[in-house]
């Protein structure tokens, strides 16, 4: 194959061409908060609406993460952070790929979401702020975690045995003991619309 | 934040909707061959081919992938399992996502592309051999590699102190000491159309 001897760069199609074939800008919508604050319902709801306003998302989570490429991770510090350094780098293939990342992921320290940021490029890094007090979080305890945490049957949960930094300067906050989800999506949606239309 | 109590199965935007969107069936195309038989070359005119045929691919090979997400892996064997692995579970998102995967990675076992297509799943795993005996590839020897694994500097290296166990059952079979890469995209294109196509 002669060909491989030919520059390759032309023949890559790039993340701007799938830009304009999927209609969109490409980002990484990072969702941060404590676990019951309400970030992968937010997620959810705004992967549904988006596909619905014709762009093209997906969300990444516990569910597809924890269960797939991380499933050789534990909770030890060094995992926690490999756990984020590897979401960041799915993140950032799917934002090459022109396709809006919505990442819902507890990533507890401002330096694992620099981490992150570092890795996605800051310019296609759009960092949410989840916000609800602890005392609600763990009231809805919506996977009985907070309890097994304070039975002592988790070691380091965030909030309870570990520490939750909230982000200095968030792109934008959602304050969920305040706000419904679809409040919630409505103003996630319009704080991103200008960064992701063509 | 009531919603929680829902389902979230309504929510998430599934792969056949995806499909639908992009007009396309996900699948994982990969191909397996030794360094310097014309797979990235293949993949990535395919990729091309793909695209202004109004299909929407992915190419994931070193490029993007050694410098990324396994960028803390080396070459031992239990790093050269965990690359495959990781490869396998990113290429599962993305055929989740309604993505077509154009995998490029020597994956030199039989055990090892096994492994691969229990993560994608049998049924979106479609396995080309992209097959130039070794002293051709190693007179091409684009990017220098024979000639340091002929010298020492290089050690492990497939198809020299390292086996490369041919597939024995792949779907397709290019062999490109005898076919261009023009010939081979097309005879790629016609294999998977049936798959690949709504």
Same mark, same amino acid.
């Given at each position: ?106 990533? =507890?320290?401002? *330096?694992?979401?620099?981490? #992150?940021? /570092? %890795?996605?490029?800051? !310019?296609?890094?759009? +960092?949410?702020? @989840? ?31 570990? =520490?939750?930094? *909230?982000?200095?300067?968030? #792109?934008? /906050? %959602?304050?969920?003991? !305040?706000?419904?989800? +679809?409040?919630? @999506? ?13």
């Amino acid at each position: 194959m002669a060909e491989n001897i030919h520059p390759i760069f032309d023949r890559l199609v790039s993340r701007s061409e799938r830009e304009q074939r999927l209609e969109q800008r490409s980002k990484v919508i990072w969702f941060t908060g404590l676990s019951g604050s309400g970030k992968s319902t937010i997620a959810q709801h705004l992967e549904r609406f988006l596909f619905e306003q014709g762009f093209f998302a997906q969300v990444l989570d516990g569910d597809n993460i924890r269960s797939g490429i991380n499933n050789n991770l534990g909770f030890s510090e060094v995992d926690r952070q490999e756990n984020i350094r590897r979401i960041a780098e799915v993140s950032r293939l799917y934002v090459q790929s022109g396709i809006i990342s919505i990442n819902s992921f507890i990533s =507890p320290t401002i *330096a694992i979401r620099q981490m #992150a940021k /570092e %890795i996605i490029g800051a !310019e296609d890094f759009i +960092e949410i702020y @989840v916000n609800a007090p602890l005392e609600v979080c763990e009231k809805r305890d919506v996977k009985g975690l907070y309890k097994k945490a304070r039975s002592g049957a988790i070691k380091g949960f965030t909030g309870i045995d570990a =520490p939750y930094e *909230a982000p200095e300067n968030p #792109a934008l /906050e %959602i304050k969920t003991d !305040e706000v419904g989800v +679809e409040e919630a @999506v409505k103003r996630v949606f319009n704080h991103i619309l200008p960064h992701i239309k063509l």
